[in-house]
Each structure stands twice: as structure tokens, then as C-alpha cells.
């Protein structure tokens, strides 16, 4: 059983800053794509930003955090990260690692990232 385990959450204010981790039990080079979700009360889960299998690793991002949102990876580590700049209320909500390796999807137990004054 693959497990995904995040980290980095926290409280930050309007305009700061903050980084999340990703670690995985397996190997992140062979997944079909590892990225972030969130997850705003009430709200859907909805795709933040995701590194796809394919020549280059190609990136996406919600529209909502492009220009704000950097997403990498470590493969030695089998850590995924996700950085985040100029913060804004709207992007508070829990973070969610996602693993799609062959058939199947894995996901962390997510980290709290709280957006506030």
C-alpha cells in the first residue's frame, strides 16, 4: 500500500508566504502524475498544481494561482513540494497529495493552510 504523507501547513497572512511537502512510500518517477489538491469548507476538491508524466514533466495550475504557485520535486527523496507566494484568504483550505500510479490514486491525509490577519 502506497502512503502519502504531507506537511507545512499553517497559519500565514494575506500576502505571505508558505511551503508544503509531499512524501511518498514509492517512487514518484513512475507515477502517471503527483500533484496538490485543496479543499475550501464547502467547497469541491479542486487541482492546485500537478507535475504529469510525459518528455519535460510538464506542469499545471489552477488558474487561480498561476503567477503564485511553483511546484517541484525531489526524486532521491520521493518528496513532492509545493510553494506558494502572495497568499490570499481565498486559498485557505486543506492541502491534499495526490499519487495516480497505474489504476489507482493515493492521497495523504492533507495539511491546513490558513489564509488570514
Known amino acids: 500500500q502506497v502512503q502519502v504523507v504531507e506537511s507545512g501547513g499553517g497559519l500565514v497572512q494575506p500576502g505571505g508566504s508558505l511551503k508544503l511537502s509531499c512524501e511518498a512510500s514509492?517512487?514518484?518517477?513512475?507515477?502517471?502524475?503527483v500533484g496538490w489538491y485543496r479543499q475550501a469548507p464547502g467547497k469541491q476538491r479542486e487541482l492546485v498544481a500537478a507535475?504529469?508524466?510525459?518528455?519535460?514533466?510538464?506542469?499545471k495550475f489552477a488558474d487561480s494561482v498561476k503567477g503564485r504557485v511553483s511546484i517541484s520535486r525531489d526524486i532521491a527523496k520521493n518528496t513532492l513540494r509545493l510553494e506558494m507566494n502572495d497568499l490570499k484568504p481565498e486559498d485557505t483550505g486543506v492541502y491534499y497529495c495526490?499519487?495516480?500510479?497505474?489504476?489507482?490514486?493515493?492521497w495523504g491525509q492533507g495539511t491546513q493552510v490558513t489564509v488570514s490577519s
Open positions: 514509492t517512487s514518484i518517477v513512475i507515477v502517471n502524475s
Open positions: 495526490n499519487l495516480q500510479l497505474g489504476l489507482n490514486t493515493y
Open positions: 507535475i504529469t508524466r510525459g518528455g519535460g514533466s510538464p506542469r
